[in-house]
């Protein structure tokens, strides 16, 4: 079966310092990868989507950028962070095709920008 | 770009009662989504919704799809505690391929609490 995971769960950083989140999937190849921020309260937004190595596209303009330097591992980083970069950032992934296409969640990394 | 509205956004109600979550979507879909969040937790998914006149049903919850009112709901039959949660609904635009067949259009959620 296939399992995702995200690291660090929790962090607290200072203004201007770097990012970097980690996100791998297990159990399948080729997946669709994305990130999500939840502020608080808020609906999810998209931040960037991946349909293969290398291939990074962005939803809107902001402080972070996204790897994916191999099949199943997406990064998401900052050079220095902003207070607004503060909330709950979810890696998710699909498989393509013409089915139902549920996205399914890794457990989210909470991030506190102070 | 596709808005998503559900309403209520709060909704407290008394164990044993029924109630209804609607999620309204501005622009043709063709996937409608009910994600369940604990407090805390990440995105958990209910129900994947593909058709008109589409329903699903799991234990309490039920969810259906309306195309041509661009409108979904989740039912919720005699409330327990343990449905206490956030509830999502996304929708996906027409003639998604690729990467962005994960691109999904979220509300804002109906937080819902259920007590005694």
């Known amino acids: 079966s296939q399992t995702i995971h995200q690291w660090p769960a929790t962090l607290v950083q200072p203004v201007g310092s770097p990012l970097s989140l980690e996100c791998t999937v297990e159990?399948?190849?080729?997946?669709?990868l994305y990130w999500y921020r939840q502020a608080a309260g808020r609906g999810l937004q998209l931040l960037f989507y991946?349909?293969?190595?290398?291939?990074i596209s962005s939803e809107v303009p902001q402080n972070l950028s996204a790897s994916r330097p191999q099949d199943r591992q997406f990064i998401l980083s900052s050079k220095k962070l902003l207070l607004s970069d503060s909330g709950f950032y979810l890696c998710?992934?699909?498989?393509?095709?013409?089915?139902?296409?549920?996205?399914?969640f890794g457990a989210g990394s909470r991030l506190t920008v102070l | 770009e596709l808005k998503v509205e559900q309403n209520p956004l709060f909704l407290s109600m008394q164990e044993g009662k029924n109630y209804t979550i609607y999620c309204n979507y501005s622009?043709?879909?063709?996937?409608l989504y009910w994600y369940r969040q604990d407090p805390g937790k990440s995105l958990e998914s209910l129900f994947v919704?593909?058709?008109?006149?589409a329903v699903k049903q799991e234990g309490r919850l039920m969810a259906s799809l309306d195309t041509k009112a661009r409108l979904s709901t989740l039912h919720i039959t005699a409330a327990v505690h343990d449905l206490s949660a956030t509830y999502f609904c996304?929708?996906?635009?027409?003639?998604?391929?690729?990467?962005?067949?994960?691109?999904?259009?979220f509300g804002r959620g109906t937080q819902l609490t259920v007590w005694p």
């Open positions: 998710a992934w699909n498989s393509g095709g013409t089915g139902a296409n549920v996205l399914t």
């Open positions: 919704l593909l058709s008109n006149g």
């Open positions: 622009t043709t879909s063709d996937r």
């Open positions: 991946s349909v293969g190595i290398g291939q």
């Open positions: 996304a929708a996906r635009r027409s003639g998604s391929r690729g990467s962005t067949l994960g691109r999904l259009y």
């Open positions: 159990g399948t190849s080729n997946p669709n």
